[in-house]
């Protein structure tokens, strides 16, 4: 079999596809997030968020609630405990990072490395299941819940993301002004911490839900990579925005497909891809400049 | 008629105050300069005064049915803008937002008026340019625009012209003089430049040491603490 028909080979498997679509959509969500944290400085609450999902989940397996979820279930199970979690975190790491008194970057990384000591922690002392270490590494890396996507994860996947993109299409405006200028946007009036608030709420959404994929500790880097590779080359918001959109798309498709191909987990060879997008935009950029 | 009247407010940051029980009022056309060394609360009075901080004290009053929409600000430039891919019509486009009420997009006639402002203040070559590949003075010039896109009436302005070059510097006084006197635009700016503070504006708040002096312009070139600042800046 040639590359060519051992990839129509695999996409005769529905949960393939699923596994393709999901992906890609993740990564359109993470895109268009990605820019405003980026901008505004706040990468690091998608860090951080991504620990304390990881931590979240191992509690919950550990309470058995989600016990299907870590050894590749539905998404469903994990929500009870993990969404509710990493809601709440959303909010407090907000608050956080907005206090400039506390050292906000440094109380971020104890509670992320807290999270995840205390995850693993909880996943080893209580664990259920007969291997651990492939629990821990498909919560953390995303890859064995790729190949149990079922069609309601896929239509579940689908409505988030659409309720994504029309929450960001509709506030495109003040979230430029509130991203570029906070001081200005709230002297006339935007209700700039409500714009804030809900962009921590649905980044925290977006991670519980693209954990299973990608793992959470890899979901950051799609959160962050094309913001910051579209941000090399763009001279617009609105570019920034459709480029790294189209770029984070075009790497989850490719890095998924190569995945498949080469047999590596999904996750990784999607970041794999990012990077290299990220270092390939650094050169344009800096080519671009030079020229100028 | 008084736009803002601040009542014996006390100001201050990170749990220190730095002005005390200050009265003024600025009324509709003035040109209010705001002077005093660093660190005498020159930026947190104008934040407090647009509700970006709380007093710790005292009240300040809106007057004329003043509404958030009716004013534009040019804050300092922050680290994150120094190197934001914006272009410069959106950023002028950006501060007609306040005119949109819940329709979340731009209508017509706020790009009109986006487009009028940009002629004016002398930017519409470079509407399509990327923000952080300007200069200085092209930078303070986009930010002045984007606040008069905003305000019809009042504009704050702190430190319009930090970091130009003399020129620049002109240009931007003469700039803000045009509209304050043409166009009739209230105008509160912050200044460390007594010159041009004297020069142009009508009224002068000079706070940082007490006593704090408020009052014309005139009465502050006669007054001790005015001819102390401006022969002490000369020496």
Same mark, same amino acid.
Request: net charge neutral; aromatic share 10%; charged share 15%.
């Given at each position: 079999m040639n590359v060519f028909e051992t990839l129509l080979y695999y996409l005769s498997f529905s949960y393939v596809r699923y596994a393709l679509i999901v992906g890609v959509l993740i990564a359109l969500c993470s895109s268009l997030l990605g820019v405003t944290l980026v901008m505004k400085r706040l990468s690091f609450i998608g860090d951080g968020l991504s620990h304390i999902a990881f931590g979240a989940m191992a509690v919950s397996s550990a309470l058995n609630i989600s016990l299907q979820m870590a050894t590749g279930g539905g998404m469903a199970q994990s929500m009870i405990i993990v969404l509710p979690v990493t809601l709440i975190s959303a909010v407090l790491?907000?608050?956080?990072?907005?206090?400039?008194?506390?050292?906000?970057?440094?109380?971020?990384?104890?509670?992320?490395?807290?999270?995840?000591?205390?995850?693993?922690?909880?996943?080893?002392?209580?664990?259920?299941?007969?291997?651990?270490?492939?629990?821990?590494?498909?919560?953390?890396?995303?890859?064995?819940?790729?190949?149990?996507?079922?069609?309601?994860? %896929?239509?579940? *996947? $689908?409505?988030? &993301? #659409?309720? /994504? =993109?029309?929450?960001? @299409?509709?506030?495109?405006?003040?979230?430029? !002004?509130?991203?570029?200028?906070?001081?200005?946007?709230?002297?006339?009036?935007?209700?700039?911490?409500?714009?804030?608030?809900?962009?921590?709420?649905?980044?925290?959404?977006?991670?519980?839900?693209?954990?299973? %994929?990608?793992? *959470? $500790?890899?979901? &950051? #880097?799609? /959160? =962050?990579?094309?913001? @910051?590779?579209?941000?090399?080359?763009?001279? !617009?918001?609105?570019?920034?925005?459709?480029?790294?959109?189209?770029?984070?798309?075009?790497?989850?498709?490719?890095?998924?497909?190569?995945?498949i191909l080469l047999s590596t987990p999904v996750g990784s060879t999607v970041v794999i891809f990012d990077l290299a997008a990220f270092g390939l935009f650094s050169a344009l950029g800096a080519f671009i400049r030079r020229a100028a | 008629m008084e736009l803002i009247s601040c009542k014996n407010i006390s100001l201050g940051y990170d749990g220190r105050v730095v002005v005390k029980n200050l009265s003024f009022c600025v009324n509709s056309g003035d040109y209010l300069c705001i002077v005093g060394e660093n660190g005498s609360g020159k930026s947190t009075l104008m934040k407090t005064v647009l509700r970006l901080c709380k007093p710790i004290a005292g009240e300040i009053v809106m007057g004329e049915g003043l509404r958030h929409n009716e004013i534009g600000y040019l804050p300092q430039q922050t680290e994150i803008q120094k190197d934001f891919p914006a272009s410069v019509w959106e950023i002028v486009l950006s501060g007609t937002l306040n005119r949109c009420g819940l329709c979340p997009f731009y209508k017509r006639e706020q790009k009109q008026r986006a487009r009028a402002i940009m002629e004016k203040?002398?930017?519409?070559?470079?509407?399509?340019?990327?923000?952080?590949?300007?200069?200085?003075?092209?930078?303070?010039?986009?930010?002045?625009?984007?606040?008069?896109?905003?305000?019809?009436?009042?504009?704050?302005?702190?430190?319009?012209?930090?970091?130009?070059?003399?020129?620049?510097?002109?240009?931007?006084?003469?700039?803000?003089?045009?509209?304050?006197?043409?166009?009739?635009?209230?105008?509160?700016?912050?200044?460390?430049?007594?010159?041009?503070?004297?020069?142009?504006?009508?009224?002068?708040?000079?706070?940082?040491?007490?006593?704090?002096?408020?009052?014309?312009?005139?009465?502050?070139?006669?007054?001790?603490?005015?001819?102390?600042?401006?022969?002490?800046?000369?020496?």
């Open positions: 790491l907000l608050r956080l990072g907005e206090n400039s008194k506390i050292k906000g970057d440094a109380l971020i990384a104890m509670i992320s490395v807290s999270a995840l000591a205390v995850g693993y922690l909880v996943m080893n002392v209580f664990s259920v299941s007969s291997n651990i270490s492939g629990d821990v590494c498909g919560t953390l890396f995303g890859s064995t819940s790729i190949i149990t996507l079922t069609f309601s994860d %896929l239509c579940f *996947s $689908l409505i988030f &993301s #659409a309720v /994504v =993109v029309v929450i960001f @299409l509709l506030l495109y405006n003040r979230l430029f !002004s509130a991203t570029f200028d906070e001081a200005f946007a709230r002297a006339t009036g935007l209700r700039v911490g409500a714009y804030n608030l809900l962009i921590a709420l649905v980044i925290a959404a977006l991670i519980v839900w693209a954990m299973n %994929l990608i793992g *959470s $500790l890899l979901i &950051s #880097a799609l /959160v =962050v990579f094309p913001a @910051l590779s579209a941000m090399r080359v763009a001279k !617009s918001f609105k570019s920034v925005i459709i480029l790294s959109l189209v770029i984070s798309v075009c790497c989850a498709f490719f890095g998924i497909i190569c995945s | 203040v002398g930017i519409a070559d470079i509407a399509s340019r990327s923000y952080r590949e300007l200069s200085g003075g092209q930078q303070q010039r986009v930010l002045l625009a984007r606040a008069l896109s905003a305000a019809s009436r009042l504009i704050f302005l702190d430190e319009p012209a930090a970091g130009l070059d003399p020129v620049a510097m002109e240009k931007m006084y003469e700039l803000i003089n045009r509209l304050n006197k043409e166009d009739g635009i209230t105008v509160m700016m912050i200044s460390h430049d007594i010159e041009a503070a004297v020069k142009y504006s009508s009224h002068i708040l000079h706070i940082g040491e007490e006593p704090y002096f408020f009052g014309t312009k005139e009465e502050y070139l006669e007054s001790d603490v005015g001819k102390k600042y401006l022969f002490g800046k000369q020496d």
